[in-house]
């Protein structure tokens, strides 16, 4: 095997990870520049939808009791 190979399923898992981590970065980018701070249980649902624990649909839907939203 190739020292340079990557099995294409890890580079999808990487390319996926890092696309989240790009939207959670623009949107905690966007969100500061409004001069709202996110709450750390927000960060750890960020988190979690970045390790690709969570989707999209269940990161922006949980309720404000789950993740306190916006500080």
């Known amino acids: 095997m190739n020292k340079g190979y990557v099995p294409s399923a890890k580079r999808q898992a990487e390319r996926e990870h890092q696309a989240r981590q790009d939207a ?24 979690r939808y970045i390790n690709n624990e969570i989707s999209l649909a269940e990161f922006v839907n949980m309720p404000d009791n789950a993740n306190q939203g916006l500080a």
């Open 24 to 47: 959670v970065n623009y949107a905690r980018a966007s969100v500061e520049l409004e001069g709202f701070k996110i709450s750390a249980g927000c960060e750890a649902q960020a988190q």
